[in-house]
């Protein structure tokens, strides 16, 4: 798949049962999150920012989404997020994430965030490639954070801080 035939759109309330899916996808490979099972649309709707939602289209089918979650409440990180970033298995290695990323940065920018922030499985090798590609730094490496299905897991800790928000 060539990068040009996904196309990028604002989520909306008509494609949560397709996210949801392929949230539940990342769920199953037991190196995208420390949830067990999908939150619920309302759940998941408080915790991410509006203007900050994506999915990605293949000939109109969604195959992947990304989003932002305010790291905190606090005026003084009004500017810091957290990215999630989840591609469809059947799709996986096409630059779905590649595309995703590239205008989930560019959609933080316009929304006036400064620094996204990623944790990531120390296991999933492609998603901290991924995310070093498009400028994200590893801070480092928070040991044995929390357990998944009875297993201490390390969570790689990385941040992105943008040239053109925050540099005042």
């Known amino acids: 798949m060539e990068k040009q035939q996904v196309k990028i759109k604002q989520m909306g309330q008509e494609d949560w049962e397709a996210v949801r899916e392929i949230y539940l996808e990342g769920i199953h490979t037991g190196n995208a999150t420390f949830?067990?099972?999908?939150?619920?649309?309302?759940?998941?709707?408080?915790?991410?920012?509006?203007?900050?939602?994506?999915?990605?289209r293949l000939d109109e089918q969604i195959v992947g989404w990304a989003a932002l979650s305010q790291t905190t409440q606090k005026k003084a990180y009004r500017g810091v997020a957290e990215d999630s970033i989840y591609v469809s298995s059947a799709c996986s290695g096409m630059g779905v994430g590649a595309t995703l990323l590239e205008e989930l940065v560019r959609a933080s920018e316009e929304s006036g965030f400064w620094t996204l922030q990623a944790l990531i499985f120390?296991?999933?090798?492609?998603?901290?490639?991924?995310?070093?590609?498009?400028?994200?730094?590893?801070?480092?490496?928070?040991?044995?954070?929390?357990?998944?299905?009875?297993?201490?897991?390390?969570?790689?800790?990385?941040?992105?801080?943008?040239?053109?928000?925050?540099?005042?």
């Not at 949830?35 to 990605?56: F, N, Y």
């Not at 801070?139 to 925050?166: A, C, H, M, P, Y």
């Open 35 to 56: 949830d067990i099972e999908p939150p619920t649309r309302e759940e998941w709707d408080k915790g991410h920012v509006k203007s900050c939602r994506l999915v990605a």
């Open 122 to 168: 120390a296991e999933n090798i492609a998603s901290i490639k991924l995310h070093l590609r498009f400028g994200f730094d590893i801070v480092g490496t928070r040991k044995r954070v929390g357990q998944l299905n009875g297993v201490w897991r390390d969570v790689v800790f990385l941040e992105r801080r943008s040239s053109i928000v925050g540099i005042d």
